[in-house]
């Protein structure tokens, strides 16, 4: 799905914002990207988004090499993928519902089906009722839903979540992440950065640990399973049924 290979970005004042780094994330997984700030987990962020080119290595999205990738197929690229920004990136003269419909109008589609989206997405992040109302009159927990909202506006197969429960009390945070588990648990691959140890701690999902620019730990999750291997299991499972019950209709 997410493959980094040997990746380095050295930037222009001759510091490495990564050195060296190899990732691989599955279809279907949740990846805590964890450590100080300034360790590098936004670099990769850009890289998977291809904001920013590597100086050396690969990055790959679903087996293609977007470092080669031509310009003209970059909005392709991105469309499979949803960036919950850190600092959010809403526009605070437009409403909640216009601010998600954005990336629906900017892909050319339809109005009907586009405005149709987005009240199935605000259903779906619990702001049905607030589509009407502007980014200031909302809470820090309900703008960071907006901004998930609008990442998820186009249906992608990767959600990257910048530190989206930082500015938030603990409550709070903790119903970002159901929410960003809950997208997970639909086959979205999630990969998001944040310093809450309690969070990483108790969800027990795959904790990639990054510092200076290197990674250093990367411990699996508990009981972890891609989307992948679950369909394979999924697969293997009818097939021994089917011939259980082939088996028993010779007898």
Do not use: Y
């Amino acid at each position: 799905m997410i493959k980094l290979e040997n990746v380095s970005k050295k930037f222009g004042t001759g510091t490495f914002g990564l050195s060296e780094v190899s990732l691989d994330v599955d279809r279907g997984e949740f990846v805590f990207l964890v450590g100080p700030t300034g360790a590098g987990k936004t670099t990769i962020f850009r890289l998977i988004i291809r904001e920013m080119l590597p100086s050396q290595g690969e990055v790959l999205v679903n087996d293609i090499d977007i470092v080669k990738l031509p310009k003209n197929k970059l909005a392709q690229l991105r469309k499979k993928i949803g960036v919950v920004f850190q600092d959010l990136k809403l526009l605070f003269d437009s409403t909640v519902f216009e601010n998600i419909l954005l990336p629906l109008d900017v892909a050319g589609i339809k109005r009907t089906e586009a405005t149709a989206r987005v009240n199935e997405i605000l259903t779906q992040v619990g702001l049905l009722e607030h589509k009407e109302k502007f980014p200031l009159q909302l809470s820090g927990g309900e703008l960071q839903r907006v901004a998930i909202a609008r990442a998820l506006a186009l249906a992608p197969e990767i959600i990257l979540a910048d530190e989206p429960t930082g500015n938030l009390d603990t409550d709070t945070a903790w119903e970002i992440v159901k929410l960003l588990e809950e997208i997970n648990k639909k086959g979205t691959t999630v990969i998001m950065a944040t310093h809450n140890d309690e969070i990483v701690k108790n969800l027990g999902k795959r904790v990639v640990r990054i510092e200076k620019g290197k990674i250093v730990k990367d411990e699996k999750a508990k009981n972890h399973q891609s989307h992948e291997n679950q369909e394979k299991k999924e697969e293997e499972k009818k097939e021994h049924e089917e011939r259980k019950e082939q088996e028993e209709k010779k007898e």
